[in-house]
């Protein structure tokens, strides 16, 4: 059965591209989308992919993943360092969360240094920029163990 995976993005997420170039590139979250689809390809796995400026609403997309998917992939943008909801919300379903950021948040100023969401995250990638989601959802489809026998053994399973 093919891994269904979840991608959320918060807050300004829609304003890749435009938004801080320095910080976060060149690449829409269109061509985010893109790249994650042609992936899911690859992989036998279907993606949802979301974005919210609302924080409401993400938790209603996490509480819709309980039964629409097997992971969620996560970048919760400034929701990252604030979201009591988020963070309940995301304790409740069951499968492995990936947060993602574009940035390496670690190396950045002390507001966007720690994550609460981290917390309840089985995989953090941070600083890998767009390429970040396309490692998460091999993560997640990995922990899935839904990753195709066709891919190499490296890209399957890993060092042994």
Not at 54 to 74: C, F, K, M, P, T
Not at 119 to 138: D, E, F, N, S
């Amino acid at each position: 059965m093919a891994a269904r995976l979840m991608v959320l993005n918060g807050p300004n997420l829609n304003l890749l591209g435009v938004r801080e170039p320095h910080i976060y590139g060149t690449t829409t979250l269109a061509s985010i989308e893109a790249s994650c689809g042609e992936f899911a390809e690859v992989i036998g796995a279907l993606v949802a992919f979301h974005q919210s400026n609302h924080e409401g609403a993400l938790v209603d997309l996490v509480q819709s993943a309980r039964e629409a998917a097997d992971a969620i992939i996560i970048n919760p943008a400034g929701f990252s360092f604030t979201s009591i909801a988020l963070l309940d919300a995301l304790k409740a379903f069951d499968g492995p969360v990936i947060e993602v950021h574009i940035s390496n948040i670690h190396a950045r100023d002390e507001l966007h240094r720690h994550s609460i969401i981290s917390t309840v995250a089985k995989a953090v990638i941070a600083g890998a920029g767009p390429y970040g989601y396309i490692l998460a959802m091999q993560a997640a489809a990995r922990m899935l163990n839904a990753l195709p026998e066709s891919l190499p053994g490296p890209l399957r399973v890993g060092p042994a």
